[in-house]
């Protein structure tokens, strides 16, 4: 268990090779509690829990590189940018099967994926997550036509129940998709269909303005793909 501390990798050359992070518990890092540099890495069966980041990145921080995150679950973190894994401009991540419970931020309570970043989201869960502003789970980040984000979602699931989806103050209570970025939604078929992608009690809610897209909202010049598409979202 690391507590209250960061580790800073600095990952292998190739897809190959990564450096790999296994089985640890994340606890009150004030920091983010992994950053990737540069490089390949792995997160693999590891907790993350109560860590929250001063900006960018409650529990991971991807300045560089690649990540893939598999079988963690990240809980009760926060920051103002992803509270559970920021990707910043160039860096990608995939994350596959994890779940993201109680996280929060003002944009991306459980992920952000900046312009020029690439998030790939694959059998995940999002639950109880909670934007200040927008993206109850997932932001991808307004950009440019040159610059953009690009997030795929496949067999995920947001929300399990009316009691436990994302929620957003302003747009999107499960997902964000910025101007020109590209959002692809695959498998999007039914909650009870196995490597389903649904969505299920998300909500936007403001005591102070308007707000936009319970569970999805695409803005100016966004690109929403979905695939096998058939009444996913309640």
């Not at 009760?76 to 894994?85: L, P, S, V």
């Not at 994926?113 to 993206?135: E, L, M, P, Q």
Request: net charge negative; charged share 5%; proline share 1%.
């Amino acid at each position: 268990t690391l507590c209250g501390g960061q580790i800073k990798v600095v990952g292998g050359a190739t897809s190959g090779a990564p450096v790999t992070v296994d089985k640890l518990n994340f606890e009150y890092s004030n920091n983010s509690a992994v950053l990737l540099s540069s490089g390949y890495a792995t997160v693999s069966n590891s907790i993350f829990i109560h860590n929250s980041g001063a900006t960018y990145g409650g529990s991971i921080r991807v300045s560089a590189g690649h990540l893939t995150v598999t079988d963690c679950s990240f809980s009760y973190g926060q920051a103002t940018y992803g509270g559970g894994i920021y990707v910043a401009t160039g860096a990608t991540a995939l994350v596959d099967p994890t779940t993201f419970d109680h996280l929060t931020a003002d944009y991306g309570a459980a992920a952000y994926i900046s312009a020029g970043a690439t998030g790939t989201f694959a059998s995940d869960t999002f639950t109880n997550n909670t934007a200040n502003y927008s993206g109850g789970a997932i932001y991808a980040a307004d950009g440019t036509n040159l610059s953009y984000a690009t997030v795929t979602i496949t067999g995920s699931v947001f929300g399990t129940t009316t009691l436990n989806g994302n929620h957003a103050a302003v747009a999107g209570g499960a997902i964000y998709s910025g101007n020109y970025s590209v959002l692809n939604i695959e498998n999007a078929i039914a909650a009870s269909t196995t490597s389903a992608t649904s969505f299920v009690g998300n909500y936007v809610s403001s005591t102070t303005g308007s707000v936009a897209g319970g569970a999805i909202y695409a803005g100016g010049n966004a690109t929403l793909n979905l695939a096998n598409n058939a009444g996913a979202l309640s």
